[in-house]
C-alpha cells in the first residue's frame, strides 16, 4: 500500500526522528522497531519489521482509527502521533485534553472531560482553538511533566528530546 497523504507522511517523518529505525531489545513492551511493539503486535515479526510496513501499521492505526487525520493543525496531530507512540494513546489523549481545558480557561463551556478519548468533540475542539502552537506548548508540558513523573532518569533525555522534536 502506498501512502500519499502529505500530512502523515510529514508526521511519520517527524516520529522517525524520535522513534528511529533500530530494533530495540529493551523495550519494555516487548522490543520495538519503529516504535511498533511485540505486546501490541504480537503477529508482526517487529525485529525485520519494514519501514513501509510500520508506516502502514502507523497510518492505519494511528492516523486513520485513531482520526489523527481530522485535525486541521499539523503540528499537534504529529505531536500526538509521536506521544502517542510513546506512552500509549490513552495517555497522550488525556495530556491533550487537559491542554485544551488549559488553553480555554476563559470560556468554561469549553471544558473536555478528560477521558483519554478522541471523540468528535475533543476533535472539534483542537480544530476550533485559537492559537494552535499555544495548545501545543502547553501539550508538550504536560508531556515533559508526565515524564518526569515516571522517575526514569536514563530515560529522560531521549524523552526531552521526544518533547522538543
Partial sequence: MEITDSRFLQAWKDLLAAEGSA???NDPGG???????KKWHPDVDVENLS????KAIYYQEYWTDLRYREIGFLPVASK???????MGFKR?????????????ADSPAEVLEVDGILGGMTIEA??????GWWLLDRFKLLALGYYH???????LPSWVRRVLL
Fill in 23 to 25: 530494533f530495540n531489545p
Fill in 31 to 37: 522490543g520495538s522497531r519503529y516504535g511498533v511493539t
Fill in 51 to 54: 519501514e513501509e510496513d510500520a
Fill in 80 to 86: 500526538l502521533m509521536n506521544f502517542a507512540a510513546n
Fill in 92 to 104: 497522550a489523549h488525556s495530556l491533550l485534553q487537559r491542554a485544551l481545558n488549559f488553553t480555554y
Fill in 126 to 131: 483542537i480544530n476550533h482553538h485559537p492559537n
Fill in 149 to 155: 513523573f515516571l522517575n526514569r532518569p536514563a530515560d
